[in-house]
């Protein structure tokens, strides 16, 4: 029988979609500005996979910490072992995996985001694998399966031999709400590992090469924009490279919206991102990979949602990287929280990756075998 240590943080990923960047310290403004909790409804998809499983006897915390998911999906096998009884907090974190590890567990699953990874690192560090439901805003950290459903595929697939060391990184957040990106190595974690199934950490390129590549993408972006179409630019230095080609300032985290060469809108959450495509313009969107992890939505990008790429169309998603980044990133990633929609993507997609030049990356796709992973 497996022992796993099962816990959710309620909150992860609030801040996304309502454009905080994240949620560490912030889920009030996140509240009041129309957030609602997703944690569960990803962990949901790892438990129903698991669900089915023999072998498997979960423990877990009280209420919206893990029991109300276990309970929901029909998993049996499950006690609690730690109770929160208000709102969880970091706090409850760090006391459940202590528990968890007190208790002699195999394995230590979460659904949250580096916060939640980095609460874990503290309580139990190397003494225990642990593994990641991606829930969070950036998920920057190497502990992440890379959906929620290849969590489950990594649950029932693991053995001793297959767990490797795993990056758990710091992000600055109020910094990185400011515009700018610090990171700093955590910790690291022991992950089970499957070629192709767990993220990497994010990888910054900035040697003097790659701001030439970024400006040769900007000046054939620009070149090609066509006149009373909204383009939409999700974050990066890539799409921020275009933005100052044309003569504007973007915000570098967060996703913004020009039209004719002017802003129409800084760093918008998805409500009015919404709204915007309601007034029923043309509309493109412009976005690039993390660099290694490859993925070009899901991760820091939460505003453009999956009604957002639907009423948009794939047809009308730019993705643009510097060869650099391509050599770097061996398989593109999506996952936008609508696994249906994720499948719509296809097999490959062609990236921008300089003036009249363009790269097809392969995608991947859990129900297939990826020749370059």
């Not at 919206?64 to 907090?89: F, I, N, P, R």
């Not at 022991?190 to 950490?201: C, E, F, N």
């Not at 973007?250 to 800084?266: C, E, P, S």
């Not at 820091?300 to 794939?314: D, F």
Request: aromatic residues 6%.
């Amino acid at each position: 029988m497996r022992r796993i240590g099962f816990l959710i943080n309620p909150v992860a990923g609030m801040g996304g979609a309502v454009g905080l960047k994240g949620t560490d310290g912030n889920v009030e403004e996140a509240r009041r500005r129309g957030a609602s909790p997703q944690a569960k409804n990803r962990a949901h998809i790892t438990l129903s996979l698991l669900a089915r499983e023999p072998g498997i006897s979960f423990f877990t915390c009280s209420g919206q910490m893990g029991e109300e998911a276990l309970k929901e999906t029909g998993v049996q096998e499950y006690q609690v072992l730690y109770h929160c009884h208000d709102e969880s907090s970091a706090n409850d974190t760090r006391q459940a995996a202590l528990a968890f590890k007190m208790a002699g567990v195999d394995l230590v699953l979460f659904c949250g985001g580096d916060g939640t990874a980095r609460d874990i690192f503290d309580a139990i560090g190397r003494d225990l694998p642990i593994l990641g439901i991606p829930a969070g805003v950036k998920m920057y950290s190497a502990v992440f399966a890379i959906d929620p459903a290849i969590a489950a595929e990594l649950m029932t697939g693991y053995d001793a031999h297959s767990l490797r060391d795993s990056e758990i990184m710091d992000v600055d957040e109020d910094a990185y709400r400011a515009g700018v990106l610090k990171t700093r190595l955590y910790g690291i974690a022991r992950t089970p590992a499957l070629p192709g199934k767990v993220q990497l950490s994010k990888h910054v390129f900035e040697e003097g090469n790659e701001e030439r590549a970024k400006g040769k993408i900007a000046r054939f972006i620009h070149e090609i924009m066509i006149p009373d179409v909204l383009y939409v630019l999700g974050a990066g230095t890539t799409t921020e490279a275009v933005a100052r080609d044309i003569g504007v300032n973007k915000t570098l985290l967060g996703v913004d919206a020009i039209k004719n060469g002017k802003i129409v809108a800084l760093d918008i959450n998805e409500q009015i991102l919404w709204d915007l495509l309601l007034q029923g313009e043309e509309v493109k969107i412009l976005i690039s990979p993390i660099g290694a992890q490859g993925f070009i939505l899901g991760r820091g990008n939460q505003q453009i949602s999956p009604r957002i790429i639907r009423r948009v169309g794939l047809g009308n998603i730019i993705v643009v990287a510097t060869p650099h980044k391509l050599r770097e990133t061996p398989v593109l990633y999506v996952d936008s929280g609508d696994s249906g929609l994720d499948a719509e993507f296809g097999e490959t997609v062609l990236v921008v990756s300089g003036y009249h030049m363009a790269q097809r990356k392969r995608i991947y796709h859990s129900d297939t075998i990826q020749s370059e992973i």
